[in-house]
C-alpha cells in the first residue's frame, strides 16, 4: 500500500511482537502492513526501572510524535501506564506519589512524568544517520534503550497515519 493510501486508513493500531521482531500496522482490525523491527539490548521480559534497557509489554496508546529526533522521527508511547505503575508499586520499585503521577498523566491522555525510577521515553522510533547499515542487516540486532526501531521509511510510514490516542499493544 502506497503512503497515499495509508493516510486513508481508519481506527490504526499497532501490535508490536517481540518475540517475532514484527510491528504490525492494523485498520478497522484488518493487517495492513508489517515491519522489521529491533528492541532494547537487554531482553528481559518486564521492565524494572529507567535505565534496564527492556522493551516493555503492555496496552500503550501514542502520547506524542517528535518529528526531530535523534533517531529521525519519534512516537512516544505512554510508558509507564497505570498498570505499569501499579506493579512497580506493589514490587517497591517506585513510590506512592511516582505511582500517582503516572496514573493522572495516562487519566489526562498525556506522555508520563520522565523522572520517576521506572523512566519514560518509549516509543518507536527511526534508525538516523546508521539507517542504511541497520536496516540492511541479515539479522536482528537488538540496539535501543528499550524503544522499539523501524527503518527511517516506516516510520515516516507510522507518522502518517498515527495519532495521539492510536493503540500500541506490546508482547513477548
Known amino acids: 500500500m502506497s503512503r497515499k493510501g495509508l493516510k486513508q486508513l481508519n ?3 499497532i501490535l508490536i511482537d517481540r ?3 514484527k510491528l504490525e500496522l492494523y485498520s478497522e482490525n484488518n493487517l495492513i502492513k508489517t515491519y522489521k523491527v529491533v528492541f532494547g539490548q537487554n531482553n528481559g521480559s518486564v521492565k524494572k526501572s529507567a ?6 509489554a503492555g496496552k500503550y496508546f501514542v502520547c506524542g510524535i517528535d518529528s526531530t529526533h535523534k533517531y529521525y522521527k519519534f512516537i512516544h508511547i505512554n510508558y509507564p501506564n497505570a498498570h505499569d505503575a501499579a506493579e512497580a508499586l506493589r514490587k517497591g520499585y517506585i513510590n506512592e506519589e511516582d505511582c500517582a503521577r503516572i496514573i493522572e498523566a495516562g487519566e489526562k491522555r498525556i506522555c508520563p512524568p520522565e523522572d520517576t525510577p521506572l523512566g519514560s521515553g518509549i516509543g518507536i522510533h527511526g534508525i538516523g544517520k546508521y539507517d542504511y547499515i541497520f536496516r ?8 535501543t534503550n528499550g524503544s522499539a526501531a523501524v527503518s527511517n521509511r516506516d516510520i515516516d510510514e507510522l507518522c502518517s497515519v498515527v495519532k495521539i490516542g492510536t493503540p500500541v499493544t506490546i508482547i513477548h
Open 11 to 13: 481506527n490504526v493500531s
Open 19 to 21: 518475540k517475532n521482531y
Open 51 to 56: 535505565n534496564d534497557r527492556v522493551t516493555p
Open 136 to 143: 540492511n542487516l541479515p539479522f536482528a540486532f537488538n540496539w
